[in-house]
């Protein structure tokens, strides 16, 4: 099955902890993301990776960090400095396409099934 | 920067009932448009893209949205709504950075809650 895996579906942090969520993928998409999401407030970018070993903040990087030493691979850490984790967050991986008729590339956003993380 | 509003935050239909969910983005080009539909504690799975093309896209489940440059807008609608499409969905843009690609150019709208009645 070709997808995208998120562990563990829930997470539980405790004060000054680092936690970090697992972000897996086989479909051979070169580019993954990582969102939050609150209640009321959508989508928002925490950070990206178009390319192995290579990243970039998204809006609200503070207090997160990542790695991406491989492709299928793209783990979020919650760091003691992110002082309001609780939240829902999804990965994503991505494909560009180039439309007809030069109308330019394209990607086009697949997402995992979500981690939820609560502070204890 | 692009942006993207959904004027609606929470929607109520019965189940048989026409359905239109409405999205207006902004951007000084040409757009490429998503949406994603959201089931509770799930992740985001793609109903329908705009990319060029004819303005009228026909997606998963029934549903169609039609992209009207004049109004800015792409609207969602299905024709006669099921219980099981009560979700949260979700209208994007993307756009195109520097140097051609779009990586990174996604923005989400905040979300439309449909609530079905039998």
């Known amino acids: 099955d070709g997808g995208i895996t998120q562990s563990p579906k829930y997470l539980f942090r405790k004060e000054g902890q680092n936690v970090t969520l697992s972000c897996e993928q086989n479909?051979?998409?070169?580019?993954m993301y990582w969102y939050r999401q609150d209640p009321g407030q959508g989508l928002r970018l925490i950070y990206y990776?178009?390319?192995?070993?290579?990243?970039q903040k998204g809006d609200i990087a503070e207090g997160y960090s990542v790695s991406r030493e491989k492709k299928e691979s793209f783990p979020l850490t919650v760091t003691s400095a992110q002082k309001n984790p609780t939240a829902f967050y999804l990965c994503?991986?991505?494909?560009?396409?180039?439309?007809?008729?030069?109308?330019?590339?394209?990607?086009?956003?697949?997402f995992g099934p979500g981690t939820r993380l609560l502070v204890l | 920067a692009q942006s993207v509003t959904q004027p609606d935050i929470h929607i109520t239909v019965s189940e048989g009932a026409s359905l239109e969910l409405r999205c207006n983005y902004s951007y000084g080009a040409t757009p490429y448009l998503f949406w994603y539909v959201q089931s509770p504690g799930q992740g985001l799975q793609l109903l329908l893209k705009y990319f060029s093309g004819d303005t009228l896209v026909q997606g998963i489940k029934g549903f169609e949205a039609e992209f009207k440059r004049s109004q800015s807008s792409f609207n969602l609608r299905k024709p006669s709504v099921h219980w099981s499409d009560a979700a949260e969905y979700f209208c994007?843009?993307?756009?195109?950075?520097?140097?051609?690609?779009?990586?990174?150019?996604?923005?989400f709208g905040q979300g439309t809650i449909l609530t079905v009645h039998p």
């Open positions: 994503a991986s991505s494909i560009e396409t180039t439309g007809p008729r030069r109308s330019g590339v394209r990607e086009t956003q697949y």
């Open positions: 990776s178009q390319i192995v070993n290579d990243f």
């Open positions: 479909l051979n998409h070169d580019a």
């Open positions: 994007a843009v993307g756009a195109q950075g520097a140097g051609g690609t779009s990586y990174g150019k996604l923005t």
